[in-house]
C-alpha cells in the first residue's frame, strides 16, 4: 500500500504471486475470507480516491483468481468503492488475463473497464505513479529485470539477422 497525489489518496498493491494454490483443500474458504479481509481494509483505507496495482508477474496459473472469483468481488464491492476506484493497473499482463477481461468487458460497466489498464514493465508503471510509498516484492522485480533482458536480447537478435535487417529496411 502506498499514496499519491495531494491528498495522500490510497494506492493498493496486489501481486497474485502470493495467492494461495488452487490445488488446496480449502481454496475457496481461503480466498472468500481473503476477499472479505480486502474490503474490509479497502473500506477502512478509503475516504477519497484510490487506486489498485495488479502485479500479475511472477504468477503461476494456479495461483491466479479464476473468473468466478473475481466476478463475485466485483459484484459485492460497494458502489461507493467503486466510484472512488480511479485507476486498475494490472502490470505484465498475461494473455489470460488479457483475455478474461475482454471476455468479461461486456458484462462490467464502461466505466469500470476505461479504468483498466495494462502496464508491460515496472518502468511504466514508475512513469505513471510516485513509487516511494510503494513496495514491490522482490520476486515481481526479478521478474520483471528477467522479462527486460529477455525482450533485450529477442531484440539484438532480431537487428544482427542480416533476414530480419533486409525486412527492417524495406
Partial sequence: TGYYGDGLNAIIVFAACFLPDSSRTDYNYVMENLFLYVISTLELMVAEDYMIVYLN??????????????????????????????????????????????????FISSKFSSKIQYVNTLAEL??????????????????????????????????NDPEMASVEQE
Fill in 57 to 106: 508477474g511472477a504468477t503461476p496459473r494456479r495461483r491466479m483468481p479464476g473468473l468466478g472469483w473475481m466476478k463475485k468481488c466485483y459484484q459485492m464491492i460497494d458502489r461507493r468503492l467503486r466510484k472512488n476506484l480511479k485507476s486498475f493497473i494490472i502490470v505484465h499482463p498475461s494473455w489470460f488475463i488479457r483475455t478474461i477481461l475482454a471476455v468479461t468487458r461486456p
Fill in 126 to 159: 514508475r512513469e505513471m505513479i510516485p513509487m516511494e510509498y510503494v513496495h514491490i516484492p522482490d520476486s515481481i522485480v526479478k521478474y520483471d529485470e528477467e522479462k527486460y533482458i529477455k525482450r533485450r536480447m529477442r531484440t539484438s537478435c532480431l537487428s
